[in-house]
């Protein structure tokens, strides 16, 4: 049985109220202490997505066995840590962080335009808060986060009633391509589209192009509207370091108008590069090459 992505993530109320809970009343460190026993129990007990994280390791990183499967409790670790911090930012607790920043004359140059752009990643680290780490590089910016409108509508309704900053905007991709118009009305004032473009749902339009020595599908649409409009497109990872420590990568992609494959091409070049330096800091827990019987 293939085991695909349909445009949900895991994760339940219940589990986030936990962690909020123990943030709240215990500290960041008390949650991250939950986490090995959660990560344990995915490594026992969640069969599919365990044999997708493997084929990645082994296939595709080519770890041994051995390191493979320690890879995928750490994997499971890393994820759960990136959440808590995810919540530690909606509560404000920001400054418990340190942030290092990789190429910020490419961000720079970027801002300079002044008429918006694209900020163009991966489910790579904790993409969550990267618009919390870009805005400290400019208060003023206006970031909106490009999400599939396929969540559990309980649990983004809870993730809202506890963000205690306000200060980003979502645009929901729906059927009828009304992001599309939403998109472009940002980009006409001036501001920033973030989007991930490592996910494809079975049934959409999709390009191909090489990650990791084989070849993958990716979703058309994102790769083909970020070259046609004209804009600056910036690949940025906000990568988990330490404890409390991220840095922040980015760089501009430099294509042709209307070059979307190009585009793409460069955008998992940049990929892989992440992904050779982080290997466990990719949360694509399917099977992404189409590889698995």
Not at 5 to 34: C, D, E, L, M, P
Request: hydrophobic share 40%; net charge positive; with cysteine.
């Amino acid at each position: 049985m293939k085991i695909e992505w349909k445009g949900k993530s895991k994760g339940s109320v219940t589990g986030y109220k936990i962690f909020v809970f123990f943030i709240k009343n215990f500290g960041i460190n008390s949650a991250y202490f939950i986490l090995y026993f959660v990560a344990s129990y995915y490594l026992f007990f969640s069969i599919k997505t365990n044999k997708s994280i493997y084929y990645y390791f082994r296939e595709r990183q080519k770890f041994s066995i051995m390191k493979s499967v320690i890879s995928i409790y750490k994997s499971y670790y890393i994820l759960g840590q990136t959440l808590i911090d995810k919540i530690a930012f909606s509560f404000g607790l920001d400054n418990k962080y340190i942030f290092d920043f990789k190429g910020v004359e490419d961000v720079k140059k970027g801002f300079k335009e002044k008429k918006g752009g694209i900020f163009l990643s991966a489910h790579v680290g904790n993409f969550e808060i990267a618009h919390k780490v870009l805005k400290k590089r400019n208060s003023s910016l206006k970031i909106n986060i490009v999400t599939i409108d396929n969540e559990n509508l309980l649990l983004k309704e809870y993730l809202n009633s506890i963000n205690k900053i306000n200060d980003i905007n979502f645009i929901e991709i729906k059927d009828d391509f009304s992001h599309l118009f939403k998109i472009n009305n940002a980009l006409s004032n001036d501001e920033w589209i973030c989007v991930t473009g490592d996910r494809y749902i079975k049934g959409s339009k999709f390009i191909e192009s090489n990650l990791l020595n084989k070849k993958a599908k990716f979703p058309a649409g994102i790769f083909e509207l970020a070259s046609i409009l004209k804009v600056p497109v910036i690949f940025v990872y906000n990568i988990k370091k330490s404890k409390n420590k991220y840095t922040s990568y980015a760089k501009i992609a430099k294509f042709k108008h209307k070059e979307s494959k190009y585009l793409l091409d460069l955008y998992t070049n940049n990929l892989e590069w992440i992904l050779k330096k982080y290997p466990l800091q990719w949360f694509n827990y399917f099977d992404f090459w189409n590889d698995l019987n």
